[in-house]
């Protein structure tokens, strides 16, 4: 990847990749890409798209020490699938892959000192450039830390257990129209299976032997159990995709 600064100063840098793609950074905490050759995935292949132009747009902010609120905009180009909820849990993966990396680093940053993130981190390649360039730019203008006033005293705080660091509902679900429609459906799905299935059993329980043809009544039987395998495997799928999904590095 060939990279080439265009700009670094105090509102931020610009950095181009083999003058097509435009990287820019606004600073504080600003961050987007200008794609003027967008593709997109179609059947698992990269198709060209007719000229046009897109941009990722991500704002990052700092709320607190070892906290930041996190908003990207992705354009359709980007998207893998035609539905919303599905390409949010699909991004969801990607940064809680990273999220509790980026956690252990802060806090090993820290140790090196806010001057001193060459100790930390290993940066030898030139995909590394917008980190090395925002370390740069954070240690030129911003003394290599955010600035958290009188109020915070900048120390970070113990480390959450994973099911609360890396938290899908309550970061990304309830905040989100379309995973929260997502979520509700799946969840009254899951409802209508388990009460379909204690029914059935019900029904079968109080009718007496022989009303109902063994045909129909080994027909239930075997709808009641799959309704419950359903839901059992609803329950499994809706906690994994919208409540946690751990992520273990050692075996990515």
């Not at 802060?106 to 030139?126: D, H, I, R, S, Y």
């Not at 997502?182 to 204690?198: C, D, E, R, W």
Request: glycine residues 6%; contains cysteine.
């Amino acid at each position: 990847m060939d990279f080439n600064i265009q700009k670094l100063d105090k509102s931020g840098f610009i950095t181009t990749k083999q003058q097509d793609r435009k990287w820019n950074f606004v600073s504080p905490c600003l961050f987007h890409l200008k794609d003027p050759g967008s593709t997109q995935l179609i059947q698992g292949k990269l198709a060209k798209k007719p000229p046009g132009e897109g941009i990722v747009i991500v704002l990052c902010i700092p709320v607190s020490p070892g906290n930041s609120r996190l908003i990207a905009i992705l354009p359709r180009t980007f998207w893998v699938f035609n539905s919303r909820w599905v390409n949010h849990m699909i991004q969801n993966l990607i940064i809680d892959s990273d999220l509790y990396l980026l956690r252990v680093q802060e806090e090993k940053l820290m140790e090196a000192g806010p001057l001193n993130w060459q100790k930390a981190c290993f940066v030898p390649t030139k995909a590394d450039t917008m980190v090395a360039l925002y370390r740069t730019w954070l240690k030129k203008y911003a003394g290599g830390q955010v600035d958290w006033g009188t109020n915070v005293n900048g120390s970070l705080p113990p480390i959450p257990p994973r099911e609360q660091l890396m938290d899908r509902y309550w970061s990304h679900v309830v905040n989100c129209s379309c995973c929260t429609g997502a979520y509700k459906g799946f969840n009254a799905l899951k409802i209508s299976l388990q009460v379909f299935s204690v029914a059935s059993v019900a029904i079968m329980a109080a009718t007496k032997q022989g009303m109902i043809p063994v045909a129909a009544r080994n027909t239930l039987v075997v709808a009641a159990i799959l309704c419950f395998m359903g839901s059992k495997w609803l329950s499994h799928f809706i906690y994994k995709n919208f409540h946690f999904h751990d992520y273990n590095h050692a075996f990515k």
